[in-house]
């Protein structure tokens, strides 16, 4: 009987830990299932780009995944059951269920409206591939002079917001910001960050805290009425309901609790991945949701199921950051330098030369998913029978 391996999603974690365990395992040894509820690898870090007109690579997950020995399945999971070790799932076929052995939950996160009023109705929001062609059209109805504002002046606002006003210029773009403008990273990071909205024609809305989303304006908590054509919601990002609803540990925000080899610390045969997962990084914080540490997170816990299934040394690695890459549209970018533990250093890096950098770090993420088994030294050791149903003994 071959060991059941079933990956849920086909994000950046889900895909690329499918594709590390394909290549650590061996097909005799592990039946490797990867489910998604889409049929495209979807490039969620530039889903601005994708609302504001751009067209993105298609990239078929039957073509990234044919020949790797991963098993594709294309339905929407509706519920996992990790005492019984199934996973309910809605596809071409109709309802069926899913057995496995060992399950990595990677379903990844969508926007998080906080339960402003009038969101839900009003807002446009870009945390998935549907919402920013919903935005795109919407965009593209709107006349010159008109309004956009941008909620959120975390890492998507401040991509979202810059990526706007430089592909429409003739619109009203501005963002309203909860704190300061950037006022998470250095001085010379913040100082650049103002400059390009300057340059850009953005408004920028501090210490102002949206209270409520109507059609044609935003309210915010202090009374103030700001005129807004169109509203795009990036305050968070919150994860699907699913976990939540098992007897697995999951934290206040609904995330799975994992160890170091982001296996859940209630049920040994799970681990979690990427925006899922609450898994604690350098000093101690957890990972906040990105591809920055999901990637590696994901690699990492390949790797401790790997180890584990073949009786090898399960991996002890801390996954640290070393730096922000933000878009401010196609010419502009910067680099922020981090601390492992994700906190901003003095150094920068600005202009065209951190546009290029960070186009070149979204080309390999995107790279690294649709070439699954590439690149990576083949390692395949034998799975120990006995280690398939004692998995929570190591
Ligand atoms: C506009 C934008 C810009 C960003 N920029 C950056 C950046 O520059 N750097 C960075 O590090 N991070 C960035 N992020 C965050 C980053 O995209 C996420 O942290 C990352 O995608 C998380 O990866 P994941 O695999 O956990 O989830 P995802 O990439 O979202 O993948 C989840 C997968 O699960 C599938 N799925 C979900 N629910 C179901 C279901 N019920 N059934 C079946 N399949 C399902 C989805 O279709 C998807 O394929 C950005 C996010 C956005 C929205």
Redesign the pocket.
């Known amino acids: 009987m071959k060991h059941r391996i079933v990956v849920?999603?086909?994000?950046?974690?889900?895909a690329s830990a499918a594709g590390r365990l394909a290549r650590r395992l061996r097909r005799e040894d592990v039946a490797i299932t990867l489910?998604?509820?889409?049929p495209d690898f979807?490039e969620?870090?530039r889903?601005?780009q994708l609302a504001t007109g751009q067209d993105l690579k298609p990239r078929p997950l039957s073509e990234i995944f044919a020949g790797t020995g991963v098993e594709l399945r294309l339905?929407?999971?509706t519920r996992v059951d990790v005492d019984r070790k199934t996973v309910a799932l809605t596809g071409a076929n109709g309802a069926e269920e899913l057995g496995y052995d060992t399950l990595v939950y990677?379903?990844?996160?969508g926007w998080n409206s906080q339960g402003v009023p009038g969101t839900a109705e009003h807002a446009h929001q870009?945390?998935g591939r549907t919402g920013a062609l919903r935005l795109r059209e919407r965009l593209a109805g709107l006349d010159a002079g008109q309004t956009v504002v941008v909620v959120g002046g975390g890492?998507?606002g401040v991509?979202?917001s810059t990526e706007l006003a430089e592909a429409r210029p003739d619109l009203d773009v501005a963002l309203a910001v909860s704190g300061g403008l950037g006022d998470w990273i250095s001085p010379k990071g913040r100082e650049h960050l103002r400059k390009v909205f300057g340059k850009l024609g953005i408004t920028a809305y501090e210490h102002t805290t949206v209270s409520g989303v109507a059609a044609g304006h935003v309210t915010t908590a202090d009374g103030k009425v700001i005129p807004a054509a169109v509203t795009v919601w990036t305050a968070g990002f919150a994860v699907?309901p699913?976990a939540q609803a098992t007897s697995l540990e999951v934290s206040g925000t609904g995330q799975i609790v994992v160890d170091r080899t982001m296996r859940s610390v209630s049920h040994p045969d799970v681990y979690a991945?990427?925006?899922?997962a609450m898994a604690m990084g350098a000093g101690d914080k957890p990972l906040r949701?990105?591809?920055?540490s999901?990637i590696p997170a994901a690699a990492l816990a390949a790797d401790a199921i790997a180890a584990r299934l073949t009786g090898r040394k399960v991996p002890d690695k801390t996954i640290g950051y070393f730096n922000q890459?933000i878009s401010l549209g196609r010419k502009e970018g910067l680099i922020q330098y981090v601390t492992a533990d994700d906190r901003a250093r003095q150094g920068v890096l600005t202009g065209r030369p951190a546009a290029a950098y960070k186009e070149l770090i979204c080309k390999g993420a995107a790279w690294s998913v649709a070439n699954p088994t590439l690149g990576m030294p083949t390692r395949k050791h034998r799975v120990t029978p006995e280690r398939t149903l004692r998995q929570d003994t190591v």
């Open positions: 849920l999603g086909a994000g950046y974690t889900g489910v998604n509820a889409e979807v969620r870090i889903n601005h339905a929407k999971v990677a379903l990844g996160s870009i945390a890492l998507t991509e979202a699907h699913i991945v990427g925006d899922a949701m990105s591809c920055a999901g890459c």
